[in-house]
Nanobody
Framework: QVQLVESGGGLVQAGGSLRLSCAASGRTFSRYVMGWFRQAPGNEREFVAAISRSGEGTLYTDSVKDRFTISRDNAKNTLYLQMNSLKPEDTAVYYC?????????????????WGQGTQVTVSS
């Protein structure tokens, strides 16, 4: 079992920045591919970014490339998502997730553990 707790969400104006964190406990954090997903009201949960076990490999959805950066600190059992140049369409509940897959994955079905989510609201 892996327990995941997100933090860092909030209300920000368009063009602003937020940094999300996801604290992991339980099994060894470095064994898991980690990902960020988001879900806006009325929409399905969508992939945002993922990072390999070592942190050397990353994957982003096109809409956040060059604006968001995923990173991890295996010594601190923490996953991060730095979000810059935020847009109103980035408004959603953001979830971190852990996958036992060998490589980064963009599909929610590949993820075994989920956090409770943190709300990000971007005003225009």
């Amino acid at each position: 079992q892996v327990q995941l707790v997100e933090s860092g969400g909030g209300l920000v104006q368009a063009g602003g920045s937020l940094r999300l964190s996801c604290a992991a406990s339980g099994r060894t954090f470095s064994r898991y591919v980690m990902g960020w997903f988001r879900q806006a009201p009325g929409n399905e949960r969508e992939f945002v970014a993922a990072i390999s076990r070592s942190g050397e490999g990353t994957l982003y959805t096109d809409s956040v490339k060059d604006r968001f950066t995923i990173s991890r600190d295996n010594a601190k059992n923490t996953l991060y998502l730095q979000m810059n140049s935020l847009k109103p369409e980035d408004t959603a509940v953001y979830y971190c997730a852990a996958s036992s897959a060998l490589y980064v994955r963009a599909t929610p079905l590949h993820y075994d553990y989920w956090g409770q989510g943190t709300q990000v609201t971007v005003s225009s």
